[in-house]
């Protein structure tokens, strides 16, 4: 397939590209590099550094690449930042979509399209685990912007005629196994790193809350490998080819089970072999107690079962890439 990745230099695009590089694909990256790494980019695909709100440098790329799948990963998703300029994450993410659908849409592209979602959109949830269907309330301008595009994607769907599919990702954790790619923000929000950072460099690591109606007090979520989404997209593209022109999906990704904050900071320690310091802060505005997919459209759909997403195998990845690099 001819694929076209936007924010593919991105943690979670960067390892969907090197994944269908490696399976044969033709791959085509677009990415401003502004929070992505060009190094993270395999070698062999192709990378276009321009904004996908640039229409004349977009429209040009869908000209001449000719799409069979176009896949969005392109996005800011910190949500304390959202918070703080929610007009940022409007005019990027939003502002983003409309515009790859639209320049789609006036080159008259058939090329499905997969959308990388996230939970964020149901907000606090009523009832473990989420299904697709459940009400959506996110809590915050991040969330709010998923939702939106992914109701934008719908309508541009059935207005221009091709296949779309929302993959609303729990939480991407982890490192690529066998490419030299893993976890980078830049600030890192995400408690693996943080974790693995005091491990490597020193510092304390921040519980936000200990008084959620959990096990353990601590936040649950569920941790899927970055290297089972890319696998997953890489489904979904062949899943699409026979969906109707016109229909949008959504389907969860994640494994059905959660892990609290300090079961997490456990298994690090187990891995690494060394105590990890922490303290309990206050609860972040906005962070539900607990965030557990519901997996079984993915396996009915996509056939997709995950086979890395242990949290043994998620830390032991994630440390073996961050105390290299």
């Known amino acids: 397939m001819k694929l076209l990745v936007t924010g593919g230099a991105g943690y979670v695009g960067s390892h969907f590209v090197w994944d269908a590089v490696t399976a ?26 321009g904004d996908i709100r640039d229409r004349a440098l977009l429209d040009a790329v869908i000209a ?26 409007d005019d990027n993410n939003v502002g983003g979509t409309r515009s790859l659908l639209e320049a789609m849409g006036l080159a008259k592209s058939h090329a499905n399209f997969i959308f990388s979602s996230s939970c964020a959109v149901f907000g606090a949830p009523t009832k473990m685990p989420i299904a697709e269907d459940d009400p959506k309330q996110p809590l915050n301008p991040y969330g709010e912007t998923k939702l939106r595009c992914e109701t934008l994607i719908k309508d541009f769907a059935a207005r221009y005629g091709f296949a779309a599919v929302n993959l609303r990702y729990f939480n991407a954790c982890g490192a690529h196994t066998s490419a030299p790619i893993g976890e980078a923000h830049d600030p890192e929000t995400h408690l693996i790193p943080n974790i693995l950072k005091a491990v490597k460099v020193g510092g304390q690591v921040t519980i936000h809350g200990a008084d959620f109606p959990t096990r353990d007090g601590t936040c649950i979520r569920d941790y899927i490998h970055v290297m089972d989404l890319a696998r997953a ?24 089970e959660g892990h609290s904050n300090l079961e997490v900071l456990r298994a690090a320690e187990a891995i690494t072999k060394q105590t990890v310091p922490y303290r309990i802060g206050p609860r972040r505005a906005g962070d539900p107690p607990e965030l557990v997919a519901d997996p079984r459209r993915s396996k009915a759909f996509l056939h997709f079962e995950p086979t890395h997403s242990s949290l043994e195998t998620i830390v032991h990845s994630a440390w073996r890439w961050h105390s290299r690099h």
Do not use: F
Request: net charge negative; with cysteine.
């Open 24 to 49: 044969g694909h033709q791959v085509t990256v677009i990415d401003h590099l502004e929070r992505g790494h060009r190094e993270m980019v395999h070698p062999d695909a192709k990378l276009v550094v």
């Open 233 to 256: 997209h890489l489904l979904a593209a062949e899943w699409l080819k026979d969906q109707p022109r016109g229909s949008c999906e959504a389907i969860h990704l994640g494994t059905g």
């Open 64 to 89: 001449d690449v000719r799409p069979d799948t176009v896949l969005h990963y392109a996005a800011y998703a910190l949500v304390g930042e959202s918070v703080e300029k929610p007009n940022l994450y």
